[in-house]
């Protein structure tokens, strides 16, 4: 009966699928939506996240460039583009989406995606730097301060990491963030 149903209906229908993290059925109404009305970018943007879910990355890409056609200042779908990317391990092929992205909304959010792609290719000074930016928006970010902190680990700079990864600890503690800190203290006595 899908068919009698309107696209808006089978969207609202899909966003409920996502919500209960029925990533097929949420694919299957999308995908009836995007059909009903092909050149609705917020259809295309759902389809693509459900593709996501369910690993459907390179369909999601296609899927993400068709929404993009019909909207190229679409910030939202530039991001989920370059964040399929990155999860495909596509490092050098997101930045210049990533730039894209800055250039239609600079922000944090889009200057943390630049520094975790600079990170993930070992550009530790040029993602200092986005960090870096990121935080001058924001400066309780966690994820910005808790890759500021991983970098200045790496760099040896155990001291300037500690606030950074202490920052990042407060919103949630974890295993990883602690081994670091703890790791920093000690070496930040011997120094």
């Known amino acids: ?13 899909g966003i409920d699928h996502m919500k209960k993290q ?24 759902y389809l693509s996240q459900a593709q996501t879910a369910i690993g459907l990355m390179e369909d999601a890409l296609v899927t993400i460039d068709k929404g993009i056609e019909f909207d190229p200042s679409n910030v939202i779908l530039w991001q989920l ?10 490092n050098e092929a997101a930045i210049p989406v990533i730039e894209k992205c ?10 943390i995606m630049r520094g975790q792609v600079d990170y993930a290719l070992d550009d530790l000074a040029s993602a200092g ?26 760099l040896g700079l155990f ?11 407060a ?10 800190l703890d790791d920093c203290r ?6």
């Open 22 to 45: 029925e990533f097929d059925k949420a694919l299957k109404r999308f995908q009836q939506a995007s059909k009903k009305k092909p050149g609705d970018v917020n259809i295309l943007n």
């Open 171 to 180: 919103v949630g503690e974890t295993e990883t963030i602690q081994n670091l």
């Open 129 to 154: 730097k986005w960090f870096d930016k990121a935080l001058e928006i924001d400066p309780e970010n966690p994820i910005s301060n808790h890759m500021k902190g991983m970098i200045l680990y790496k």
């Open 186 to 191: 000690s070496r930040t006595v011997k120094e």
């Open 81 to 90: 583009k370059a964040t399929n990317l990155i999860m495909l391990q596509r």
């Open 159 to 169: 001291s300037g990491a500690i606030p950074h990864l202490e920052k990042a600890q």
């Open 1 to 13: 009966m899908a068919f009698l149903k309107s696209a808006e209906t089978l969207t609202i229908n």
């Open 102 to 111: 800055i250039e239609l909304q600079p922000g944090d959010v889009n200057f």
